[in-house]
């Protein structure tokens, strides 16, 4: 497998001696338990009222478990190597429900803005909690996920990267607010080590991120990118094949628009979606906070499918409710709660703002450099 081949293959590092390597040497949290529970609480209470307040959301119950034959669980991307847990479900019934737990609530979003008929201009947003088991687990991937995931309804002509970046920059307003919020409540979190992250969003696209930096994979040009020129940056079109022949990152064929022909700075590129990444100073590694973007259309939704080679999914539910003009024309995304709160309260490991399960192995190693993850 090439290097870029074996980039694609999915998140976060392969063995736990790499991870030692990467975790820092010098840690010492800045918070106690206690504190990390009470700033926990802040932030994310901060967030999700901020994020309903300047997208025009309102919060909405969301499933933990989906069925199988509705077609609204989230596969991650398109080569089937992340599945969702499945199991049947029904005590008495004459046919059992074949149940999955979600991965996320990606799909499930869009079906919810008929739902609670949200007109254009209005949203959901969910407090998230998912399982994928098919991660490996190391400092910032969990088999636990918690997510704001949420969707907003559109029109035809906002389908365009004016609006997208106009929604991106209201939600960099509000993790920038969060960050000044928790650091008025806990003013040690000011840490001169730690620079806090810019006023302003740097958007880059795909295209754009392969010319800078031709000759390294997908994740390196990511950590060169923030660790040497723009602390904060949306990479725009995530999913489309670019001039080296790989796509940026895999992206699932049936939520974000990765196909649409854009115009970017004079040049032709595809795609109406993107990746917020910053630079963590604790880690001192790349650092990914959400991921979102303009949802397909029945024509773009049909076009993902023929490049996936993934058509029989035309034949579900959500599938049909978008090619038959069922459900909205939107925009939606998923911020990590996690991955915010542990950039934002200077954290080293997922797990010392989320409780999950962790192998020993690398408890034993965090343990060694002062980083100790919830029981």
């Given at each position: 497998m090439s290097d870029k081949k074996a980039d694609l293959a999915g998140p976060g590092i392969s063995t736990y001696p790499e991870v030692e390597k990467i975790l820092p040497n010098d840690y010492?949290?800045?918070?106690?338990?206690?504190?990390?529970?009470?700033?926990?609480?802040?932030?994310?209470?901060?967030?999700?009222?901020?994020?309903?307040?300047?997208?025009?959301?309102?919060?909405?119950?969301?499933?933990?478990i989906v069925s199988k034959e509705s077609g609204v669980n989230d596969?991650?991307?398109?080569?089937?190597?992340?599945?969702?847990?499945?199991?049947?479900?029904?005590?008495?019934?004459?046919?059992?429900?074949?149940?999955?737990?979600?991965?996320?609530a990606t799909k499930w979003k869009r079906m919810a803005l008929?739902?609670?008929?949200?007109?254009?201009?209005?949203?959901?947003?969910?407090?998230?909690?998912?399982?994928?088991?098919?991660?490996?687990?190391?400092?910032?991937?969990?088999?636990?996920?918690?997510?704001?995931?949420?969707?907003?309804?559109?029109?035809?002509?906002?389908?365009?990267?004016?609006?997208?970046?106009?929604?991106?920059?209201k939600l960099w307003k509000v993790i920038k607010g969060a960050e000044?919020?928790?650091?008025?409540?806990?003013?040690?979190?000011?840490?001169?080590?730690?620079p806090n992250l810019p006023d302003e969003l740097t958007f880059i696209h795909a295209e754009e991120l392969l010319d800078m930096y031709p000759d390294l994979p997908r994740k390196q040009r990511e950590t060169k990118v923030?660790?040497?020129?723009?602390?904060?940056?949306?990479?725009?079109?995530?999913?489309?094949?670019?001039?080296?022949?790989?796509?940026?990152?895999?992206?699932?064929?049936?939520?974000?628009d990765w196909v649409t022909p854009t115009t970017e700075n004079g040049k032709q590129y595809h795609g109406l979606n993107g990746d917020i990444l910053v630079w963590n100073p604790v880690t001192k590694r790349r650092h990914e906070l959400t991921s979102m973007g303009i949802r397909v259309t029945k024509e773009t939704l049909k076009q993902q499918l023929e490049i996936s080679n993934q058509m029989d999914f035309l034949k579900l539910p959500y599938h049909q409710a978008i090619m038959n003009d069922k459900i909205p024309l939107s925009i939606g995304g998923g911020i990590g709660q996690s991955r915010t709160t542990m950039l934002l309260l200077r954290k080293a490991h997922l797990g010392e703002v989320s409780t999950t399960v962790w192998p020993k192995q690398l408890k034993d190693i965090c343990a060694k450099k002062n980083i100790f993850v919830l029981e």
């Open positions: 010492r949290s800045i918070l106690d338990p206690k504190e990390t529970q009470i700033a926990l609480a802040a932030v994310k209470r901060y967030i999700e009222d901020n994020m309903n307040k300047e997208l025009n959301l309102f919060t909405v119950e969301v499933p933990l596969y991650l991307d398109r080569d089937g190597s992340r599945t969702p847990i499945e199991f049947p479900c029904g005590l008495g019934l004459e046919k059992r429900i074949e149940a999955q737990v979600v991965q996320a008929k739902q609670f008929g949200c007109n254009v201009g209005e949203g959901v947003n969910t407090d998230m909690r998912a399982v994928r088991k098919d991660y490996f687990l190391d400092h910032d991937h969990s088999a636990y996920v918690d997510q704001w995931d949420w969707e907003r309804v559109i029109t035809a002509d906002q389908r365009n990267l004016d609006f997208l970046k106009d929604i991106v920059r000044t919020h928790v650091q008025t409540l806990f003013p040690k979190l000011k840490d001169p080590r730690f923030v660790s040497e020129k723009y602390p904060a940056i949306f990479i725009i079109g995530i999913g489309w094949v670019l001039q080296d022949g790989y796509p940026h990152e895999m992206r699932a064929a049936d939520y974000d």
